[in-house]
T-cell receptor
Framework: SQQGEEDPQALSIQEGENATMNCSYK?????LQWYRQNSGRGLVHLIL?????REKHSGRLRVTLDTSKKSSSLLITASRAADTASYFC????????????FGGGTRLMVKP | NAGVMQNPRHLVRRRGQEARLRCSPM?????VYWYRQLPEEGLKFMVY????????ESGMPKERFSAEFPKEGPSILRIQQVVRGDSAAYFC???????????FGQGTRLTVV
């Protein structure tokens, strides 16, 4: 089955720096979504990018999608300690019946 | 709208007992998904349900696990004769018909002792 793969698996940066996380997937998709999960909590939807879009912004978040390379990136600018969390990409594939398939996640630590 | 509600938040069961996890989707949402998450890992799809129908259960173990989403009431994920390997966080998500964004509950953390 299709699965998104995030890299890096873990990322540690200083407050104020930018954080970039990448996601690769295997089959064609309807859209790709990014979620955040704080330790021990549920997932919070961050941003959705459709297959016909190349870039999307939301506050300090910037997402790109390259369907030819089957990859996406999430950029968090001017990071804050509160951004410390795990970040997951999830793909909504054409033949998956609305099911979201998640990658293993990137664990981001932002040091104050 | 209270969001997706899962209960209990924490559940401890002895090996061999049954675990029942409940999920109330957001109001108006007719699609429910169950995922399992092991520590330090991503979410693994288990089952996708609409009211009174199982649409896709390809991610659910063939034995001991079952799920339902009745016409009235919450969706239930049932694990019979639990084993230590069932210890995980179980998340439920819901979507409206035709929607794209999935809304997640806070999860149920199952510990089998």
């Amino acid at each position: 089955s299709q699965q998104g793969e995030e890299d890096p698996q873990a990322l540690s940066i200083q407050e104020g720096e930018n954080a970039t996380m990448n996601c690769s997937y295997k089959t064609s998709i309807n859209n790709l979504q990014w979620y955040r999960q704080n330790s021990g909590r549920g997932l919070v939807h961050l941003i959705l990018i459709r297959s016909n879009e190349r870039e999307k912004h939301s506050g300090r978040l910037r997402v790109t999608l390259d369907t030819s390379k089957k990859s996406s990136s999430l950029l968090i600018t001017a990071s804050r300690a509160a951004d410390t969390a795990s970040y997951f990409c999830a793909t909504d594939a054409n033949n998956a019946g609305n099911m979201l398939t998640f990658g293993g996640g990137t664990r981001l630590m932002v040091k104050p | 709208n209270a969001g997706v509600m899962q209960n209990p938040r924490h559940l401890v069961r002895r090996r061999g007992q049954e675990a029942r996890l409940r999920c109330s989707p957001m109001k108006g949402h007719s699609h429910v998904y169950w995922y399992r998450q092991l520590p330090e890992e991503g979410l693994k799809f288990m089952v996708y349900l609409q009211k009174e129908n199982i649409i896709d259960e390809s991610g659910m173990p063939k034995e001991r696990f079952s799920a339902e989403f009745p016409k009235e009431g919450p969706s239930i994920l049932r694990i019979q004769q639990v084993v230590r390997g069932d210890s995980a966080a179980y998340f439920c998500a819901s979507k409206p018909f035709g929607g794209t964004e999935a809304f997640f509950g806070q999860g149920t953390r199952l510990t089998v002792v």
